[in-house]
């Protein structure tokens, strides 16, 4: 029986198309041959998970320059593949800002998931 995570971290590089925003990628290690792109994730179902954060700029970037509630991106494929919470950027995300939000969201996860609290707030 294979096991999903309930949660997913994708620490990498976000890249939009443009001309093409199903081709949008997430720039996994093995993105040059094998790329994560929103076409791809959309397709997939997953049973359980619970969050998806994507530590890449540009993952919640439609790939249409002045509408950027066009849900055809990254972290709107993710939703279709099942996770009910996504953490995702719409735009250039700086490495210190960055780090502060990750290091501010485990510390509350782990003192929600200790505490036995299933909801955490970042603000």
């Not at 954060?53 to 709107?76: I, K, M, P, R």
């Not at 996504?86 to 996860?109: D, F, K, N, P």
């Amino acid at each position: 029986m294979k096991t999903e995570p309930a949660l997913s971290h994708f620490s990498c590089h976000g890249e939009v198309d443009y001309d093409s925003p199903l081709q949008s990628k997430l720039l996994t290690a093995d993105w040059e041959v094998n790329p994560l792109n929103v076409n791809q994730i959309q397709l997939r179902y997953l049973e359980k998970p619970q969050l998806a954060y994507l530590s890449a700029c540009f993952t919640a970037h439609g790939g249409v320059e002045n509408q950027l509630d066009e849900s055809v991106h990254l972290a709107g494929a993710l939703q279709h593949a099942g996770f009910p919470n996504i953490i995702g950027s719409a735009w250039y995300v700086g490495e210190e800002a960055l780090l502060a939000v990750v290091q501010r969201l485990y510390t509350l996860l782990g003192q929600s998931l200790s505490s036995g609290t299933p909801q955490i707030g970042l603000f």
